[in-house]
């Protein structure tokens, strides 16, 4: 016996109503991308490695799908370096190409690419699968859509505030009330770095402090030491572990911590005007909250960052996240080029949404009307007014097989198709049809005028 089928662990199947709840969410992100002046674009689905490779940190670039390089990948790798069993250098050798793992770094090398056809600021939205080669768990998939709004060419900070504006309005229309946004700057956590002595730890203070959530302060007490951060440093940091506060108490404990920090003070610049113009011009339904830990793991942040959590009492990791990039287009070559962009995951949108209820409006796409066929003549009729049904936009279709009545019936019962039409040879010579409406079971006979205008 044949063995059954599966799929890759982290990737899924979607049934018709996945597919439309999904859709849904699509279509609310979308419309609100565009309302706020963004345009599409597309990219390939992978990139040459060297593209995508360093970009990320040592915990991204292990993360990227590699593939293999077509044909006998391994007959032009030297004996010895095989024999070392170095994975890193055989895989420079067998594969040229991966998977992306963002939108974000794909994005830079498009406006590289295509600089002399782009009008900056350059506004672009995408919206298409990403591939991580991540341990699955709930809400953390290695295929999964990350929907993507980003503006290049300017620095200007106005546009830190209409993104947190954009989440707002986002999920609004989602039903989805009680999110918060997040908000840091990683000049701040530069300026602490460089205040604690560990200014050329960087990007190893960063990535545990980001874990806070995840680890606790011990864990990443634990992480630091172990990348060779003092525990003097460690203990300076300490306050930052349980930094409480309206946001503007946050603000001005900051501003005494980096006092002696001009880049964490810049930081804090920046907070400080994004905070003042959101809380002037309000919010719908999310929060945003100034949270210092906040440090998203990702090298080419260089400003705000920007990380979104679902409703209190929903488990799920950030449902979105983003950032300022001062110079990422630079590692392609066009130098001094400004960005900033945000990300919704909607893949854990969904679940959140699916927790909370909040699909009740989104219905399967079906037809309106469903044509019974009862036999060669009878559809060939059919198809003629279908014809005329799909000109005028009406969702309609002929159920393909000339089954038993009662087969059809069920059909657009189970599917609850409002609308059936039934043809035999006394609606064939009259040149009219019979029509049912499935919910109050009342049939009449009508031209195909008044079946388009009954059913539109």
């Known amino acids: 016996m044949a063995q059954k089928p599966s799929i890759p662990k982290g990737t899924r199947d979607f049934s018709p109503t996945e597919v439309a709840k999904r859709n849904y969410i699509f279509s609310i992100i979308k419309e ?30 292990r993360l990227i799908f590699k593939i293999l390089n077509s044909g006998d990948y391994l007959k032009k790798v030297d004996d010895s370096l095989l024999s070392s069993k170095e994975s890193l250098k055989v895989t420079s050798k067998i594969s040229e190409k991966a998977l992306r793992y963002d939108l974000t770094v794909p994005f830079a090398r498009y406006v590289v690419q295509h600089q002399n056809e782009i009008e900056f600021p350059f506004k672009r939205y995408q919206m298409q699968p990403v591939w991580r080669a991540d341990r699955p768990q709930k809400g953390r998939f290695r295929e999964f859509y990350q929907c993507d709004a980003d503006v290049v060419g300017s620095k200007g900070l106005w546009q830190e505030v209409e993104f947190v504006q954009l989440y707002d309005a986002v999920f609004s229309k989602l039903k989805l009330v009680g999110t918060t946004i997040k908000l840091n700057n990683r000049k701040i956590l530069a300026g602490i770095a460089e205040i604690i002595g560990a200014k050329d730890k960087l990007i190893d203070f960063t990535v545990a402090l980001d874990k806070l959530d995840k680890i606790g302060a011990e864990g990443v007490t634990n992480e630091m030491i172990s990348k060779g951060i003092s525990e003097e440093a460690i203990e300076k940091v300490q306050p930052l572990f349980n930094f409480n506060g309206t946001n503007q108490e946050k603000l001005t404990q900051l501003q005494e911590i980096l006092a002696d920090s001009e880049e964490g003070l810049e930081g804090v610049k920046d907070l400080r005007f994004i905070v003042n113009n959101i809380e002037t011009l309000g919010l719908e ?71 909370l209820n909040l699909f009740n409006e989104v219905t399967l796409p079906k037809p309106k009307v469903l044509f019974i066929n009862f036999g060669e003549n009878e559809a060939a009729y059919c198809m003629k007014a279908l014809i005329e049904f799909r000109k005028k936009g009406i969702k309609s279709e002929l159920y393909p097989d000339n089954a038993k009545m009662k087969k059809q019936m069920n059909y657009a019962n189970r599917r609850e198709i409002p609308f059936v039409v039934m043809v035999g040879s006394t609606e064939i ?5 019979t029509l049912k409406n499935m919910q109050s079971g009342d049939q009449q006979v009508c031209s195909l005028k008044e079946l388009l205008t009954i059913t539109a």
Do not use: C, W
């Open 429 to 433: 010579e009259n040149h009219n049809f």
């Open 285 to 355: 339904s999310a929060k945003l909250e100034l949270d210092v830990t906040l440090a998203r793991g990702l090298n080419y942040y260089t400003g705000a960052i920007y990380e979104v959590s679902a409703p209190e009492g929903v488990k799920m990791g950030s449902i979105g996240g983003g950032g300022r990039y001062d110079d990422l287009t630079g590692i392609f070559g066009l130098k001094n080029v400004s960005g900033v962009g945000i990300s919704f995951g909607l893949d854990r949108i969904y679940l959140v949404l699916e927790e």
């Open 32 to 61: 609100v991308f565009e309302v706020y002046g963004f345009q599409p674009i597309e990219t390939p689905s992978f990139e040459n490695s060297s593209t995508l490779m360093g970009k990320y940190g040592e915990e991204g670039d």
